[in-house]
């Protein structure tokens, strides 16, 4: 198991109290849809993932500069979390889920984490299959 270090890290915190003032309710760290969104409403289907903008490469991102040494390990280990990821993002939308990434730097600014959630969540459309 290794540490626990991915659990409840500080963007997933602020990520959550956000969707919450906003009005939303879901679970956390869904195990039983792919990748194990941090956030996740079945009903509504949408799913989150916070990401750490070094871990999952976020581009043109200050935070997520590659590590200048062991270049070759990093390379690597980065490109396959991004394959992992997208793999995951794609099994949701197959499954008809929206999908949102909140990534760890725009958690750092309450007001455009407020913006990115509302686009994402205001504009989903009524879950017209469940009559
Ligand atoms: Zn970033």
Known sequence: MGRVRSKDTKPEVRTRSAAHALGHRFRIHV???PGKPDLANKAR????????CFWHSHENCRLASKPRSNTGYWSDKLMRNQERDAIH????RDLGY???????????????LREVLTAFLGGLSRPSENR
């Open 31 to 33: 195990a039983d849809l």
């Open 89 to 92: 993002v794609q099994a949701l």
């Open 98 to 112: 929206q999908v949102l990434v909140v990534w760890e730097c725009e958690t750092r600014d309450d007001a455009k």
């Open 45 to 52: 289907r949408w799913a989150i993932f916070v990401h750490g």
